[in-house]
T-cell receptor, first 112, second 110 residues
Framework: KQEVTQIPAALSVPEGENLVLNCSFT??????LQWFRQDPGKGLTSLLL?????REQTSGRLNASLDKSSGRSTLYIAASQPGDSATYLC???????????FGKGTRLHILP | SQTIHQWPATLVQPVGSPLSLECTVE??????LYWYRQAAGRGLQLLFY??????ISSEVPQNLSASRPQDRQFILSSKKLLLSDSGFYLC?????????FGAGTRLSVL
């Protein structure tokens, strides 16, 4: 049974710092991995999608990497801003069009 | 462009009352549809998913049911709500491996 773990559960950093959020999964035979952002009381927004054959994806100040064999992914946020404060969730899919399995998220607070 | 609508945004219901949450998607056809529940400290849990009209897969045994009467409509229901049904319910649809989420419904069962 696939399990997704995110560490740390919460993180506070000063504005301007670069930071890394971690995600690990127990079954390395994934189809893809996604990072989502969730603002308090809101739905989820997809940030980056990495296919199993890819090593990383970039969007603006965000960079997500995937090491499938070791069951790990990281989300790198450069030059953090207060607007980046949110919960970030990692999720994996085992097959195309299949259900995805979420981690519990990392609650990020950027201090102005 | 595609949009997903979910309502109501907030709902307070007494124990034992029925429930109906509706989700509709616009701008796409034959989407995969999902219902999730997010409870404090428990993360996001998949409740139901559907690959077509009338096709519903249940992930966990529970007090809830789902139906898909039309291609772009997904309904979450209960005949009698329990206290443990409280939570944040999210509907989503997927295309090309990416899932798109609605704004969610905050359900409080009292």
């Amino acid at each position: 049974k696939q399990e997704v773990t995110q560490i740390p559960a919460a993180l506070s950093v000063p504005e301007g710092e670069n930071l890394v959020l971690n995600c690990s999964f127990t079954d390395s035979a994934i189809y893809n991995l996604q990072w989502f952002r969730q603002d308090p009381g809101k739905g989820l927004t997809s940030l980056l999608l990495i296919q199993s054959s890819q090593r990383e994806q970039t969007s603006g100040r965000l960079n997500a990497s995937l090491d499938k064999s070791s069951g790990r992914s990281t989300l790198y946020i450069a030059a953090s801003q207060p607007g980046d404060s949110a919960t970030y969730l990692c999720a994996v899919s085992m097959n195309r069009d299949d259900k995805i399995i979420f981690g519990k998220g990392t609650r990020l607070h950027i201090l102005p | 462009s595609q949009t997903i609508h979910q309502w109501p945004a907030t709902l307070v219901q007494p124990v034992g009352s029925p429930l109906s949450l509706e989700c509709t998607v616009e701008g796409t056809s034959n989407p995969n549809l999902y219902w999730y529940r997010q409870a404090a400290g428990r993360g996001l849990q998949l409740l139901f998913y559907s690959v077509g009209i009338g096709q519903i897969s249940s992930e966990v045994p529970q007090n809830l049911s789902a139906s898909r009467p039309q291609d772009r409509q997904f309904i979450l229901s209960s005949k009698k709500l329990l206290l443990s049904d409280s939570g944040f319910y999210l509907c989503a649809w997927s295309r090309r491996d990416i899932q798109y989420f609605g704004a969610g419904t905050r359900l409080s069962v009292l």
